[in-house]
């Protein structure tokens, strides 16, 4: 009877309380918090036939007079289906230009990046500077730089958009606002920048604008690694960190981008981390095991490795190097003393 009525008065005290908009720590029972990080990020592998179906149809049905961009978004299933992220953190879609288009200028408080996947000699502009693009290029707009997409080529073209759309909107940080036309003027171009940024490194001058890593440089830093002795990571391959070049911090400040090459056979071995990481298959095919389970993949494809999954990469092929294009929150998790790794 004395039990009975004790839990009748605690029911009743939360009741009051919620009245109130209070809320009483003892409604967590003893468990409390749990032992390590949990997500409801689940780990997913989206095929890349899907994705360019996708698209393709969307360029026979949206027009970039009634969308602000053609976008097709990666969508977790064990997160909010409306929301149409593929992380708690970060985003990532594809998107579609066909020739003589422009996706008009505007900037937001997300922070993007482009990876390009087809096509050849169409821009983004971003804040004055034109970033001609062709694949394997990767492109930044950092928060609120202005940015427009413009295909003046034959080609269509695709690229991956990298975006912390759901970092931003945790914090309740949204907004946008529209260029007063539909592209900026063209200042300078990405290669006078990267031509200038050479010699005023030189000369100890830092440059605000740098936004353009071109994949020829990329790919000769690759091929480089691969030769020196003792650069293979054991839980990553042959990886490259796309630093900033002034600060040499990360990437952007809420995203790391990396580059990964697994040689032919190669397997990496198991280990965990607090960040969360999207993948992207540039080149060649594999695997990676994910917990229990084991995701193949091949080029176009993307997947998610959720924080704290036990995880390992294998190329599968006997010939082939892969290269895995990665984006992930581990800044975000750096900055504010969260992150963990366990091998
Ligand atoms: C955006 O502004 C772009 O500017 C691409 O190209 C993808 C996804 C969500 C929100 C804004 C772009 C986007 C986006």
Known sequence: MKQAASVDSVSRLDRDMAEKNLSGYWRLGMEGLPPHPMTAVEPCLWKWTDVYDSLVRAGEVISLENSERRVVRLVNPGLDQQQAFATHT????????????????????????????????????????????EPGDLILTPKLTWHDHSNDSKEPMLWLDGLDFPLVQALHQVMQERYSDRRQPIEKSSEEVMDKLGASLRHGVRLADFFHYKWRDTEEALHELIKSPGARDRFDGYLLEYRNPLSGGPTMTTIQC?????????????????????????????????????????????????????????????????????????????????????F
């Open 258 to 342: 990396a580059v990964q090459l697994l040689p032919a056979n190669d397997e990496t071995e198991t280990h965990r981390h607090t960040s969360t990481v999207i993948y992207h298959v540039f080149r060649g095919k594999g695997a990676t095991q994910i917990g229990e389970r084991r995701y193949d993949w091949e080029q176009g494809d993307s997947f998610v490795v959720p924080l704290w999954h036990v995880h390992r990469h294998l190329n599968r092929s006997s010939s082939e190097d892969a290269i895995l294009f990665s984006m992930s929150d581990a800044p975000v998790l750096k900055a504010l003393d969260l992150y963990r790794e366990e």
């Open 90 to 133: 970060l985003q990532i879609s594809f998107q579609y230009v066909k020739p003589g288009e422009n996706a008009r200028a505007h900037r937001h408080t997300p922070a993007a990046l482009r990876f390009v996947l087809q096509g050849k000699g169409a821009y983004t502009t971003v804040n004055g500077q034109q970033c001609v693009m």
